[in-house]
Nanobody, 121 residues
Framework: EVLLVESGGGWVQPGGSLRLSCAAS????????MSWVRQAPGKGLEWVSS???????YYADSVAGRFTISRDNTKNSLYLQMNSLKTEDSAVYYC???????????????RGQGTQVTVSS
């Protein structure tokens, strides 16, 4: 059974930073591509960033240049460094695997329970 546990969310003022962490277990972590997705109140799941098994990284246009995804295979962990946060970044952030995007939105095979990020003054 895949288990993903996120941590590191909280409240921060606009322009601030947070670092999210995800502990993964229950599968062979290294071969998998991993993603961060988010969901704001009343909105669908939104893809944020992905890191492939080879280390290639990808970002949504809305976070490129501000967020950095990374992984530590020795610790089976995934991270998201978020800088220059904006109010529109407020959402529940999920660590996820097996994510695809199509015309109907973002869909992931597995997600954690999520961690709340609130950006406000």
């Amino acid at each position: 059974e895949v288990l993903l546990v996120e941590s590191g969310g909280g409240w921060v003022q606009p322009g601030g930073s947070l670092r999210l962490s995800c502990a993964a277990s229950g599968f062979t972590y290294k071969p998998y591509g991993m993603s961060w997705v988010r969901q704001a109140p009343g909105k669908g799941l939104e893809w944020v960033s992905s890191i492939r098994r080879g280390g290639d990284t990808y970002y949504a246009d809305s976070v490129a240049g501000r967020f950095t995804i990374s992984r530590d295979n020795t610790k089976n962990s995934l991270y998201l460094q978020m800088n220059s946060l904006k109010t529109e970044d407020s959402a529940v952030y999920y660590c996820a695997t097996g994510c695809i995007r199509d015309d109907s939105g973002t869909h992931c095979d597995s997600r954690g329970q999520g961690t709340q990020v609130t950006v406000s003054s």
